[in-house]
């Protein structure tokens, strides 16, 4: 066990892609069993899918750890029950509006146990584990990052919303032509549950606290954040297979795939630009993640064009293709021995 625990502190970004896609890809059958098939017996093991970044960050900081426990077990517990009761109120006020399913005793105990994966890693920001709490330290923090917060709510919306206009102006269509849903205090009401489900289940609390919160500063502490955008990519992609099967997209599909990773390389690299900028703050990151999906489930992209030019732009004047200095925060300091091989 000391061995293992030895190579895993000195391979930290391996093992989390490889844990990461252990427990996802190993509960391949969980999507699609829980939505198309109706079998919330499995819908647990879908969420526990789901967290799985976030769920193999925390395992591979709590075995780096090397410092005591430090503080007592009640702020954890606390945070665990809050969390776990905001996620399950969140959970069946989404699927009321969201879903034709009517709720039962059955189905409230399956989303009551589908929450647990979600409270635990917020309340993990309260670990006494210190390399875990110190990890974690900003999903539950917004102090000095508002402004970042905010931009990161609009930014990419507000580009989708003009790729309306540019489709139309490249395909001589009339600028004002595209059906939008007529605005509405229901249809805000919508939106904001659609939000906030999508930052609990699960751009915040399981994506972001993995890709750009564990994996992001120790890629940067090697590479440049363009490259580590572009890594982080890589992997991030192929993790939805069977989300993206069980929604029924054409995952046999070559088209679908080269449109997957253009739009998610691009967005990847606007996450890692605002984290950079947010000082590493994981709830920045999932804020972003979350108003994105949340315009997508409204809103379709109608070009990637104002996309590409951003991402240039914040390539351009960030200058991403060069290493950021090693006492930057989102810049992982206690590195590996250095003889080991460049991205373990």
């Not at 896609?21 to 819908?43: D, R, T, Y």
Request: glycine residues 6%.
């Amino acid at each position: 066990m000391k061995t293992l625990a030895s190579w895993i502190r000195t391979h930290q970004i391996a093992t989390f892609f490889i844990l990461t896609f252990v427990m996802s890809w190993g509960l391949w059958f969980a999507p699609g069993a829980a939505s198309q098939q109706g079998n919330i017996l499995l819908a647990p093991l879908a969420f526990v899918y789901a967290c799985s970044p976030a769920l193999a960050g925390i395992i591979i900081s709590a075995v780096s750890n090397t410092e005591a426990r430090q503080g007592a077990r009640k702020p954890f517990w606390i945070a665990f029950l809050v969390a776990w009761v905001l996620a399950l109120l969140v959970e069946l006020g989404h699927t009321v509006l969201f879903s034709d399913s009517l709720l039962s005793p059955v189905l409230i105990g399956f989303f009551a146990v589908g929450a647990l994966p979600v409270a635990f890693v917020i309340s993990s920001a309260y670990s006494r584990i210190p390399a875990v709490r110190s990890y974690l330290s900003t999903l539950i923090r917004l102090r000095g990052v508002w402004g970042w917060a905010f931009l990161a709510m609009v930014f990419i919306p507000a580009l989708i919303l003009l790729s309306v206009p540019v489709s139309n102006l490249l395909n001589g269509r009339p600028l004002g032509e595209y059906p939008f849903p007529e605005l509405s205090l229901s249809l805000l009401g919508l939106i904001a549950v659609k939000f906030i489900y999508q930052l609990f289940f699960f751009n915040a609390t399981g994506e972001e606290v993995g890709w750009r919160g564990f994996a992001l500063p120790r890629l940067q502490a090697r590479s440049s954040p363009l490259v580590a955008a572009l890594i982080i990519a890589l992997f991030w992609v192929p993790w939805h297979f069977f989300f993206w099967q069980a929604e029924g997209k054409p995952v046999m599909a070559l088209q679908f795939w080269a449109d997957m990773f253009l739009g998610h390389i691009l967005f990847s690299i606007f996450i890692v630009w605002i984290c950079n900028r947010a000082k590493g703050n994981i709830l920045v990151a999932g804020i972003a993640h979350a108003a994105t999906n949340t315009t997508f489930a409204f809103l379709g992209l109608q070009t990637s064009l104002p996309w590409v030019i951003a991402a240039l732009m914040m390539i351009l004047v960030d200058r991403m293709w060069k290493k950021l200095a090693t006492d930057h925060p989102v810049v992982y300091r206690s590195l590996p021995d250095r003889h080991s091989a460049p991205y373990s």
